[in-house]
């Protein structure tokens, strides 16, 4: 059982640029969630994904976008990049049923292990 | 206000003494996770609890859904043990969707 890898692990880009981030999730796992992690702050959630839909977002602006394809991989799109999006972006898999929240169906998520992205 | 608040922001411990992060939350849940981040970013899920207490090695996590408070200890710290250790939970009725803490991080000196 492979776990949660992201690509790039660092990435430099300049200020109104365009920049794509993949999360591959652990082996079984339909559920992608992304957060951005500000230097000294929390994770803040951006958006989730369940069998490829987006299942909720965060308080992020449109040109944060996403996509998840049928082998439940996951890519995150940043367009007209600002110095405020430099931050560690965390993918996180789960096998999830969105909508239905308990204990009993609540699965953990397992995270992966960020990439790093400067704008210049 | 945060809908989760950790406190301390940070923490410096001498190695063997036990140490105590303390994390409350205002919105409805069923779960709370401890999670530890270590620099570089990687971040491990350490406990996931929603009543009473859970024990693994020289980690205890404990919680009270009614005050809506948790408490991760740390018995004989270790400089290992330095990182950054972040409480968490999952919105009720957003499927896995999480509200994160600030953090606390923690360093061990020798």
């Known amino acids: 059982e492979t776990g949660v890898t992201q690509s790039p692990t660092h990435l430099i880009k300049t200020r109104g640029q365009q920049v794509t981030l993949r999360c591959s999730s652990q082996s079984g796992h339909n559920t992608v969630s992304w957060y951005q992690q500000a230097l000294g702050q929390g994770p803040q959630f951006i958006f989730q994904?369940?069998?490829?839909?987006?299942?909720g977002r965060g308080n992020f602006p449109p040109r944060f976008s996403g996509l998840q394809f049928p082998n439940y991989s996951s890519e995150l799109n940043v367009n007209a990049l600002e110095l405020d999006d430099s931050a560690l972006y965390l993918c996180?898999?789960?096998?999830?049923?969105?909508?239905?929240?308990?204990?009993?169906?609540?699965?953990?998520?397992?995270f992966g292990p960020g990439t790093r992205l400067t704008v210049l | 206000k945060n809908e989760v608040e950790q406190s301390p922001q940070n923490l410096t411990a001498q190695e063997g003494e036990f140490i105590t992060i303390n994390c409350s939350y205002s919105v409805g849940i069923s779960a709370l996770h401890w999670l530890q981040q270590h620099p570089g970013g990687g971040i491990v899920s350490l406990f996931m609890l929603s009543s009473g207490k859970k024990k693994h090695g020289r980690l205890i996590a404990t919680i009270n859904i009614q005050e809506k408070h948790s408490s991760l200890h740390i018995t004989a710290s270790h400089p290992r043990d330095s990182a950054v250790y972040i409480c968490a939970v999952p919105a009720l009725n957003t499927g896995n969707q999480f509200y994160f803490g600030t953090g606390t991080s923690l360093t061990v000196i020798p």
């Open positions: 994904y369940y069998r490829e839909e987006e299942n």
């Open positions: 996180a898999s789960s096998l999830g049923t969105p909508g239905l929240y308990d204990e009993l169906s609540y699965n953990e998520q397992f």
